[in-house]
């Protein structure tokens, strides 16, 4: 059984190393690579870089309980000026054709819309991770025309389409401010099929259980917010919650970390693999650090020994290549249909 250890320690590399230990200490399943090997895949290799993405801090007007970057309002890490051009001029040297922004909410960076302009100038596509309140914040309502106006691809987080569960995961008020986001979202035209602007939402468990099949969840999500808020959008993405920070402090609190690790290892799913976010994807934190996602961010799990680990070092044909560094966490991405920035795998 893991202890049930409270992963609050002020420093986030502590909270990291912690969180690691508990990880591997966990009952009911075989190291991650070792299942990977059972099953005939092997060690995981990076095949690409197709997406860039960019944490530009933990600063966030939220404090959600499934959060797994412990971001919130009292948070001060952010990216700074000299390392958004420090990835602008990865943008600009490469052929990486999209730019994925996340935080936190990152359009409380400073620089957030110099990055996201910037990068449209050069051709590339640019997707916002966007938890839908920002948009309609003080300070911040213009953000919807300013999407709009550069073809930004917003990927939205609303847990559910029912005001009960999307508060009790993400606070009271909520819902009602995320539905009044889309409503502003859709009148610029995102989410109209003939508009070309898209905006794709999320859907995260309420507890420890994966997510219900994704075209299914989809239809009724449209349904829904169709008939009672006149909402529409492009498509829903299912993602499995990761045992790490918030949730993981929460799986310990109530007693079922190991259930829940156990079911994610029962649910391994071999054909998930070759379409990991991992393997096309290079995650930037507000440092600047390389990490081959953003969980393994998150866990301090930095790229592996031999290739670059800062953007300030970026050498293109190393990192495509680069082994993956995994974990025990990695069990969640690889259940059931598979989970993914992109939603469901299989």
Same mark, same amino acid.
């Given at each position: 059984?893991?202890?049930?250890?409270?992963?609050?320690?002020?420093?986030? #590399?502590?909270?990291?190393?912690?969180?690691?230990?508990?990880?591997?200490?966990?009952?009911?399943?075989?190291?991650?690579?070792?299942?990977?090997?059972?099953?005939?895949?092997?060690?995981?290799?990076?095949?690409?870089?197709?997406?860039?993405?960019?944490?530009?801090?933990?600063?966030?007007?939220?404090?959600?309980?499934?959060?797994?970057?412990?971001?919130?309002?009292?948070?001060?890490?952010?990216?700074?000026?000299?390392?958004?051009?420090?990835?602008?001029?990865?943008?600009?040297?490469?052929?990486?054709?999209?730019?994925?922004?996340?935080?936190? /909410?990152?359009?409380?960076?400073?620089?957030?819309?110099?990055?996201?302009?910037?990068?449209?100038?050069?051709?590339?596509?640019?997707? !916002?991770?966007?938890?839908?309140?920002?948009?309609?914040?003080?300070?911040?309502?213009?953000?919807?025309?300013?999407?709009?106006?550069?073809?930004?691809?917003?990927?939205?987080?609303?847990?559910?389409?029912?005001?009960?569960?999307?508060?009790?995961?993400?606070?009271?008020?909520?819902?009602?401010?995320?539905?009044? /986001?889309?409503?502003?979202?859709?009148?610029?035209?995102?989410?109209?099929?003939?508009?070309?602007?898209?905006?794709?939402?999320?859907?995260?468990?309420?507890?420890?259980?994966?997510?219900?099949?994704?075209?299914?969840?989809? +239809? /009724?999500?449209?349904?829904?917010?169709?008939?009672?808020?006149?909402?529409?959008?492009?498509?829903?993405?299912?993602?499995?919650?990761?045992?790490?920070?918030?949730? #993981?402090?929460?799986?310990?609190?109530?007693?079922?970390? !190991?259930?829940?690790?156990?079911?994610?290892?029962?649910?391994?799913?071999?054909?998930?693999?070759?379409?990991?976010?991992?393997?096309?994807?290079?995650?930037?934190?507000?440092?600047?650090?390389?990490?081959?996602? !953003?969980?393994?961010?998150?866990?301090?799990?930095?790229? &592996?020994?031999?290739?670059?680990?800062?953007? &300030?070092?970026? #050498?293109?044909?190393?990192?495509?290549?680069?082994?993956?560094?995994?974990? +025990?966490?990695?069990?969640?991405?690889?259940?059931?249909?598979? &989970?993914?920035?992109?939603?469901?795998?299989?």
């Amino acid at each position: 059984m893991a202890d049930l250890t409270l992963l609050r320690q002020g420093s986030p #590399l502590a909270d990291a190393r912690q969180q690691r230990a508990i990880l591997e200490g966990s009952d009911g399943q075989a190291p991650f690579a070792q299942t990977l090997a059972e099953h005939g895949v092997g060690s995981l290799r990076a095949n690409g870089i197709q997406v860039l993405q960019v944490n530009l801090g933990k600063v966030c007007n939220q404090t959600c309980r499934h959060c797994h970057v412990d971001a919130g309002p009292d948070r001060r890490e952010v990216m700074s000026f000299e390392t958004v051009e420090a990835c602008l001029d990865v943008l600009a040297r490469t052929a990486i054709p999209t730019l994925d922004i996340t935080g936190g /909410a990152p359009e409380m960076n400073l620089h957030f819309e110099h990055l996201v302009a910037a990068t449209r100038r050069l051709g590339r596509s640019v997707i !916002d991770r966007c938890n839908l309140t920002i948009l309609v914040a003080p300070g911040y309502d213009h953000l919807p025309a300013f999407l709009a106006a550069h073809g930004v691809r917003v990927i939205a987080s609303l847990p559910c389409y029912l005001e009960r569960n999307t508060d009790a995961q993400r606070g009271e008020g909520v819902f009602e401010r995320s539905i009044e /986001a889309l409503r502003r979202l859709n009148s610029v035209r995102y989410g109209d099929p003939a508009g070309g602007l898209v905006v794709d939402l999320v859907f995260n468990p309420q507890g420890p259980s994966l997510p219900p099949p994704q075209a299914e969840l989809e +239809q /009724a999500y449209r349904r829904e917010l169709l008939s009672r808020f006149g909402i529409v959008f492009n498509r829903l993405y299912t993602i499995t919650n990761m045992p790490i920070s918030r949730f #993981l402090d929460d799986l310990l609190r109530a007693g079922r970390f !190991d259930e829940y690790m156990s079911k994610l290892a029962a649910a391994f799913n071999p054909a998930t693999c070759a379409g990991l976010m991992c393997r096309t994807t290079l995650s930037v934190d507000w440092r600047g650090n390389l990490y081959d996602c !953003d969980f393994n961010q998150m866990l301090d799990l930095r790229t &592996s020994e031999g290739v670059p680990q800062h953007i &300030s070092e970026f #050498l293109e044909s190393p990192l495509a290549q680069r082994p993956i560094v995994t974990g +025990q966490h990695c069990y969640a991405c690889t259940a059931g249909a598979g &989970s993914s920035c992109q939603g469901a795998i299989s």
